[in-house]
């Protein structure tokens, strides 16, 4: 996962929205290796990059809003494959249906490799939110990527 923050990095801020996170991806499982970065294009677009290399999945927090300094949604289209717009959608409707404050949500989800890209929002609220709208789909999405037989129902 990946903490995208000025704030942390300056250690002017705690990490408690990747700190929720990683908490979240730990319970389902998933083994968790973290990284915070600047809001800084091409450092976020790095830091995607190199732990796509290793991970089947990297998530992001922070940097989605209209701030001038959040560019984590350009960071990660300069990266990403393909896009994967439903899970987009889907973590902006559910937000949008919480709070009014969801419209200014710009994250954007993606396939580099064989490794999903999501962007989830700062607060620790929205990431928790944002992984219980990504959760029933993490693990099918995961098989689909690693090209591993599943299940669909044949009608």
């Known amino acids: ?17 990747g700190d929720a996170l990683e908490e979240l991806l730990r319970g389902d ?35 989605t809003g209209l701030a001038p300094r959040d560019v984590t949604p350009e960071a990660t289209r300069d990266v990403i494959e393909r896009e ?3 899970i987009a959608q889907a973590l902006r409707a559910d937000s949008i249906a919480k709070t009014p404050h969801g419209l200014l949500s710009r994250g954007t989800a993606g396939v580099l490799g064989s490794t ?6 700062g ?26 037989p599943t299940e669909h129902e044949q009608t």
């Open 1 to 17: 996962m990946l903490t995208v923050s000025d704030g942390v990095v300056a250690g002017t801020r705690e990490d408690k929205s």
């Open 29 to 63: 499982g998933y083994e968790v290796g973290r990284r915070v970065v600047a809001d800084e294009r091409e450092e976020i677009a790095a830091a995607i990059r190199e732990l796509a290399a290793g991970a089947r999945v990297v998530l992001t927090t922070g940097g």
């Open 84 to 86: 994967a717009t439903g």
């Open 116 to 121: 999903l890209v999501v962007n989830l929002p």
């Open 123 to 148: 607060s620790t609220g929205g990431c928790r939110d944002g992984f219980a709208v990504l959760q029933p789909a993490l693990a099918h999405a995961l098989e689909l990527l690693a090209d591993t």
